[in-house]
Each structure stands twice: as C-alpha cells, then as structure tokens.
C-alpha cells in the first residue's frame, strides 16, 4: 500500500479524472514490465533491486499491484470524498478516491487487501470570488463594446469547461453547495461607464466596506493553513515569471516576506494551481487560470480573462479589472485540486481483505 500511495503521490499513477485509468505496478525491472492498453499505465517496481517484497507479479494478472479510481460499475463516474457534503463520497465534489488492491504471498499462503484512499484536502476559505483590501476598487472597460463580464459565486466543478459562464448563470456546472459572494471589498466600488456595460449582474452578493478586519490576515488564512504549513506548501522562490504556470508559482524579488516590492507582467498566459506574487501583477491579453491568485500588490487584468476558482488582491492602495471580457467563477474544487494535487499525507477511507 505504500509503494502504490507514493507512486499516485509521486504523479506517476496518473491523477487525470480518466475513470478508466488503471495502474499496474510489477514485481519486475524497469524495461521489462508487460505492455497494457490505452488507457492503463504499467509500472516497475520501486522496490530495492534483490529485497523484493512478494506484494505484486512479473507478468500481467489479478494479483499484480493495481491502483484504479473508484468509480461506478459503468466506469464513467469517479467517487470523490469531501467532507462537507452529505454523504461525503458522491461524484460531485472534492477529491477523487483512488483503490489500492495487493496481494501478498509467502509459501502457499496468501491475502488480498484492498484499500481506498484520499489525499488530505486543500480547504479554501475565500471571502469571495474576487476580493480585495484595497482602498481603490475599480472595475470598468474601455469602450461600450466590451463585455460581457461575469462575476459567480457559485460553486462550481473542478472540470468545468474554459469559457463557460462568461455570457451567465451555468446551473449546469454548479455543485449545489458551498457557494460564495461574488465580490468582497473593504471599500465601494468605482465603476467606469454605465454599471450594467462594466459589470453584468453578478450571481452572488456585493460586499462593499466590509471591516478591514475581517480581510485575510495572510495567504495562509485563504486555504486554511497555519502560517508555516503555507510557506512549506509555496515552496522556492523565484523573480522570473516559469514558462510553465502549473502548480505553485511563488513569485518574490528580493527574499523578503510579504514587503510588496516586486513587479511581474503575464501576457497570453494560462496556467493552474497558486499564483503567489509578493508584489504587483499586471495581467495583459488573454488569460485562463484555475485555482487560486492571491497578490501582495496591486492587481490589474487588462483584457481577456477567464479564471475558475478565485483572486485575491492584498494590497492597501489599488486592485483593477480593466478588461475587454472577463469572467470569474468561485470552484472551491479547482482551488483544491489543483493546488494539492500531489498532497504529502494521504488518508485510508477504508480497508478490506478480500480472499
């Protein structure tokens, strides 16, 4: 069970939501592992080379080391576990399940254990879609012509499709629980032009000059964390924006915490995961992003955007949606998942011996 749990930890059994996926890892050396079907990873064991444990099988068979996703019997469902629902395990919301099934032999003997297991949750605890702490809110658009602009506070899935959402309400997408205000503010809103050409009405309440207060005491508070479990989960820090915004991105000039003293520029880019500035963030031409951005700085989208899971702008003086067409839809799950992905800690749902 431990060598299965490291290898989904590890992202070498594939977290793709494929309900068909199924990995095998064999009692064999690498290169020498059978080969499996499309949508099946075989793997070779990761084992010490001559302290083999009899846990798995050389060749293909129903005792061989196997991880699946549990699913219906149909195969077109995954079970996810969050506990916030009710029941916790449906197919809706939250992590996916995955089913560890070993066989262990020695001599004749032999036992079948099967166990399912979940990673430990990123818990975002968002104010809002869109919130800021900043005393100048400016949401506007250049031109007449621009829009539309979508600001939910539904929660929506994980695997919600890009684009969705920007022209409405997508009931369609929606969990059916933990929903959220659409925006939440310490100050009013400055709106550009005419308020129904800048901001389509929003699905989820307007809070404006809330209590300075209640805004987020750091990024640690936003996903339910202690302040050094945030800064162990941001990891290394980096003055170049990476070419591939996937993961944590923990963007920081000069080493030190939270000064707000580094400026980034992101055109024509999608990513997922955190997006970590400890300073200002301007946001140029078209950008998707899934999960979680949380600035230090200023923050200002200039043109196409299209965020699933949430934004926060920590910065005193100024937070902008300056933008030709922009939607934000809260996704507690995309948050979640994409943060925590490849979580260090797994939990045993269950635990059965089968034969």
Known sequence: MAEATSRIRSGEVPDTLNPRMTAQIFLANPGSVPALGQDSVALATAQPLGRWLAYSMPRRGDQVLTVTYKTNPARTSIYRYDMIMNPPVQTFSGQPIFVITSTGRSGNDQRTIVTEVVGKPIIPALLATVSAGSQDINLWCGAPDHGPFMYNGKNHRADTPTGAGAYGPDPENYVGAA???????????????????VCCDPVGAILENQPKASFYAGPWTALSMTQAEFYELAGTRTNVVPANLKGITYLDNNNVARDRNGAWTLNNRSGEGLLYAD???????DFVWRG??????????????????????ADPNRFEVRHIRATFLYSRDAIARTIGGRSKSFYNLSWRETR
């Open 279 to 285: 300073g200002d963030v301007t946001i140029n031409g």
């Open 179 to 197: 929903d959220l205000p659409s925006l939440w503010f310490t100050t009013s809103i400055n709106y550009g032009g005419n308020r129904a050409t």
């Open 292 to 313: 979680l951005i949380y600035v230090e700085g200023g923050l200002q989208f200039n043109g196409n955007a299209w965020v699933l899971g949430g934004v926060v702008c």
